[in-house]
């Protein structure tokens, strides 16, 4: 059974900083691109950030370019988001997700407050 398991989040202060986990089991987690996304109250979800198999250099979201960095650990099967510089407009449920043959998975989404 594929299982993604985000953890991490919390309420921190404007400017602080905070580290989420996605951790997998049920696939191959090496042979996959992984992702997050965060979806704001009363918004779409947003996609925030990819990286790919052998991990390296991520993209992102140019509203999070500078501040936000995913990493990715293959032999623990699990991806990281460093987020830095948090706004207030970074306040979203945040989650991490891959896609296999056409299916999309997301893992359950931690909230993400910042606020002072």
């Known amino acids: 059974e594929v299982q993604l398991q985000v953890s991490g989040g919390g309420l921190v202060q404007p400017g602080g900083s905070l580290r989420l986990s996605c951790a997998a089991s049920?696939?191959?987690?090496?042979?996959?691109?992984m992702s997050w996304f965060r979806q704001a109250p009363g918004e779409k979800p947003e996609w925030v950030s990819s990286i790919g198999r052998a991990g390296g250099t991520g993209i992102y979201a140019d509203s999070v370019k500078g501040r936000f960095t995913t990493s990715r650990d293959n032999a623990e099967n699990t991806m990281y988001l460093q987020m830095s510089s948090l706004k207030p407009e970074d306040t979203a449920v945040y989650y991490c997700?891959?896609?296999?043959?056409?299916?999309?998975?997301w893992g359950q989404g931690t909230q993400v407050t910042v606020s002072s």
């Open positions: 997700k891959f896609s296999q043959r056409g299916v999309d998975y």
């Open positions: 049920g696939f191959a987690f090496s042979d996959y691109t």
